[in-house]
């Protein structure tokens, strides 16, 4: 079983809709996780992070972790077409020596 | 700019030929990393370095070499290229590694690589 785990859609939805996105992760001892945003032809970029115990919101972006479940979600709202990426769920290694990262999943937002 | 740079972006070659992949950051930064990434297999870590004295293997590291001899530059080395190593390639950064998630990992804008 993979540590993080991601479904990696696609995923397309109209101008404005609500997004969630999702990933499980299997080790109880991850810390806090992490969402990246990857444009296409570019580097992974750091969207948002939480710890394992709590929820985040920055403006239309809200990420949540779930301990009981071990599940971490990544909520947008009034989704734009410049949303239109692949996002990647993240924790760390415990030796803090390396992001784990989930497979992706590619939202196209269509105006 | 803070900014971390690859070259070549874009790479043909064939199985056996040696080539470098050159990687460097402006941000002063003591942690440097390389990974693959693989449609359906995500991103996974090749090599990493917490600082110049210090590289290590990561998850895939079977085929390649790293270089840390000066903080700014971690180039990745395959000295014998296989199509198996056909893949995206991300260089990236952080200032002490990822044990605090206020630490931004900056990362490269990419080596897409072809092995003939």
């Known amino acids: 079983q993979k540590e993080v785990e991601q479904d990696p859609g696609p995923l397309s939805v109209p101008e404005g809709a609500i997004v969630s996105l999702n990933c499980t992760y299997s080790n109880s001892a991850f810390q806090y996780f992490m969402w990246y945003r990857q444009y296409s032809r570019k580097g992974p970029e750091l969207l948002m992070y939480t710890y394992s115990s709590g929820n985040k919101e920055d403006g239309r972006f809200t990420a949540q972790v779930d301990k009981s479940s071990k599940y971490i979600s990544l909520f947008i709202r009034d989704s734009q077409p410049s949303d239109s990426a692949t996002y990647l769920c993240?924790?760390?290694?415990?030796?803090?020596?390396?992001?784990?990262f989930g497979k992706g999943t590619t939202l196209s937002v269509s105006s | 700019e803070a900014q971390v740079t690859q070259n070549p972006r874009y790479l043909i070659t064939v199985t056996g030929k040696k080539l470098t992949v050159t990687c460097s950051q402006n941000m002063n930064h003591e942690y440097m990393s390389w990974y693959r990434q693989d449609p359906g297999l995500g991103l996974r870590q090749i090599y990493y370095s917490m600082n110049v004295e210090v590289t290590d293997k990561g998850d895939v590291p079977e085929g390649y070499k790293v270089s840390r001899k000066e903080k700014r530059n971690f180039p990745l080395i395959l000295e014998s290229p296989s199509p198996n190593q056909t893949s995206l390639y991300f260089c990236?950064?952080?200032?002490f590694g990822q044990g605090d998630p206020q630490e931004t990992q900056y990362f490269g804008p990419g080596t897409r690589l072809l092995v003939l």
């Open positions: 990236a950064s952080s200032l």
């Open positions: 993240a924790t760390t290694n415990q030796a803090g020596t390396a992001l784990i």
